[in-house]
């Protein structure tokens, strides 16, 4: 049983910075690959960035590329999302996810996920 927590969340200017958090509850929290999802007001839940259990390999989506990194410390059962260079289009509430492989939170099937925390960025 893993259970996540994330904070970071607020209101910030484009072109600002945020780095969201990701408490994780569970003395197998390094096995775990994790993941950032966002949902937007009226829009589906969408994929932002993931990463292995080794923290070795990662993924993002195209409309984060270059501006986002995800990192964990695995001995502090913690995920980061960095987010720089902040879009009006990037305002959604934020859910970390864990999963048994990196395949599977990509495609948003993580077994566990976190309450979310809002960001919004005003033009």
């Known amino acids: 049983q893993v259970q996540l927590v994330e904070s970071g969340g607020g209101l910030v200017q484009a072109g600002g910075s945020l780095r969201l958090s990701c408490a994780a509850s569970?003395?197998?929290?390094?096995?775990?690959?994790m993941g950032w999802f966002r949902q937007a007001p009226g829009k589906d839940r969408e994929f932002v960035a993931a990463?292995?259990?080794?923290?070795?390999?990662?993924f993002y989506a195209d409309s984060v590329k270059g501006r986002f990194t995800i990192s964990r410390h695995n001995a502090k059962n913690m995920v980061y999302l960095q987010m720089d260079s902040l879009k009006p289009e990037d305002t959604a509430v934020y859910y970390c996810?864990?999963?048994?492989?990196?395949?599977?939170?990509?495609?948003?099937?993580?077994?566990?996920w976190g309450q979310g925390t809002q960001v919004t960025v005003s033009s």
């Open positions: 996810a864990a999963g048994d492989r990196v395949r599977t939170v990509v495609a948003g099937s993580g077994t566990y």
């Open positions: 569970g003395r197998t929290f390094s096995s775990y690959a």
């Open positions: 990463i292995t259990w080794t923290g070795g390999t990662t």
